[in-house]
C-alpha cells in the first residue's frame, strides 16, 4: 500500500558546518509494540513514496537530517496518518 509523504519547510541549507546529506523519515504503525522503520530521502526532495503500509491502519512519522560524519540527528515531533481502507 502505497502512502505518497509530502514535507513543506524543506530542504535545509547545506552549510559547510553542517554536512546534511539525507532526510531519514522514521515511521511504524501506532501501537506499543511494532518497531521503527526508516526510509531515506535526498536532500533536494520535497516528497517520498513508501511503499509498504498496510491499509486502515494508523501510523506515526518524524523525520530527522543525517550527516556523514555525525549520524542521524534528533527525530522531529511525530505525527500521526491513517492509511486509506484501499476499497
Not at 542521524?72 to 476499497?87: C, E, F, L, Q, Y
Request: hydrophobic share 30%; with cysteine; charged share 25%.
Amino acid at each position: 500500500f502505497p502512502l505518497h509523504i509530502s514535507a513543506t519547510g524543506v530542504p535545509v541549507d547545506n552549510i559547510r558546518t553542517q554536512d546534511y546529506s539525507k532526510y531519514v523519515i522514521s515511521y511504524r504503525e501506532h501501537d506499543e509494540d511494532s518497531d521503527w522503520r526508516q526510509a531515506d530521502a535526498e536532500l533536494s526532495a520535497t516528497e517520498k513514496i513508501l511503499e509498504d503500509l498496510t491499509p486502515d491502519r494508523d501510523y506515526l512519522f518524524c523525520i530527522s537530517v543525517a550527516s556523514a560524519t555525525r549520524g542521524i540527528g534528533i527525530r522531529s515531533p511525530a505525527t500521526s496518518v491513517h492509511t486509506d481502507a484501499g476499497n
